[in-house]
């Protein structure tokens, strides 16, 4: 029995580029958790906006320099 494959979203193209665009930007071993839960919190919330293409951009930005700086505290104390 074969199962049909799957082609990705446009939604899950994006969210995808974005993601592996930040990891190479910020490859410190901290970054890579937080980075991966403010990709899929950001796609949660564009989804839900009825526009997420359009939103998922910002929300990504902002979701991900909060969680850098908080993984940052974390890690050193400090920002």
């Given at each position: 029995?074969?199962?049909p494959?799957?082609e990705?979203?446009?939604?899950d ?5 974005s993601?592996a665009?930040?990891l ?9 958790r937080p980075?991966?839960r ?8 564009a989804?839900?906006s009825g526009?997420p293409l359009l939103?998922f951009?910002e929300?990504f930005?902002e979701l991900?320099?909060?969680?850098m700086?908080?993984?940052?505290c974390?890690?050193f104390?400090?920002?």
């Amino acid at each position: 029995m074969e199962f049909p494959v799957a082609e990705p979203s446009a939604m899950d193209c994006v969210v995808a580029q974005s993601l592996a665009r930040a990891l190479n930007a910020f490859r410190e071993a901290h970054f890579q958790r937080p980075l991966r839960r403010a990709a899929r919190h950001a796609a949660e919330l564009a989804e839900a906006s009825g526009y997420p293409l359009l939103v998922f951009p910002e929300l990504f930005t902002e979701l991900a320099i909060a969680a850098m700086l908080e993984a940052e505290c974390r890690q050193f104390g400090r920002f």
